[in-house]
């Protein structure tokens, strides 16, 4: 199935997220299939591999070094962490080289963390046309939106 997406993609210019969702007991095997079916897709320099599952991170980077990781991190983090920041220790600390995070969680202390520690940073779920705007002036390099519609042209 991931070969009939990747396959459906050939030729698009954007980013492309594959999120890593399973039990834990599954990590090994998913991560080992999804790392085995991008190898050699021309889309790789825009596949980017994130998970909530910070371990299942390093096993990415375990199989496919070349590969571009995010940690995803979503709205309880900002109440299990006193400072933002903290994020970007967490990513690098699983070998991540980005940050995918929740619209609650982005703030310009985490931006700036970000930048020093040049980490990318995806924002989700975006469906309100002002983030376009807030983006912009904080660096962020991609916004997740269930509504493209909504967000219209910048």
Not at 4 to 12: A, H, M, P, T, Y
Not at 55 to 69: D, E, R, S, W
Not at 78 to 100: G, I
Request: net charge positive; with cysteine; proline share 6%.
């Amino acid at each position: 199935m991931l070969e009939d997406v990747l396959q459906l993609l050939v030729g698009f210019e954007g980013l492309l997220y594959l999120e890593l969702k399973c039990e834990p007991r599954d990590m090994k095997p998913l991560v080992k299939a999804v790392c085995e079916r991008i190898y050699n897709s021309p889309l790789l320099p825009r596949i980017i591999v994130k998970s909530f599952d910070l371990n299942a991170i390093g096993l990415v980077k375990q199989n496919f070094p070349a590969v571009q990781t995010a940690a995803l991190f979503g709205p309880d983090m900002q109440f299990l962490l006193k400072r933002r920041r903290y994020l970007v220790d967490l990513a690098r600390q699983n070998e991540a080289d980005q940050l995918s995070v929740h619209r609650s969680l982005v703030t310009r202390g985490l931006m700036l963390a970000a930048d020093s520690a040049k980490m990318p940073v995806t924002v989700w779920t975006v469906d309100d046309k002002r983030w376009i705007n807030k983006a912009q002036k904080l660096g962020i390099r991609a916004l997740i939106t269930n509504d493209p519609s909504a967000l219209g042209k910048p």
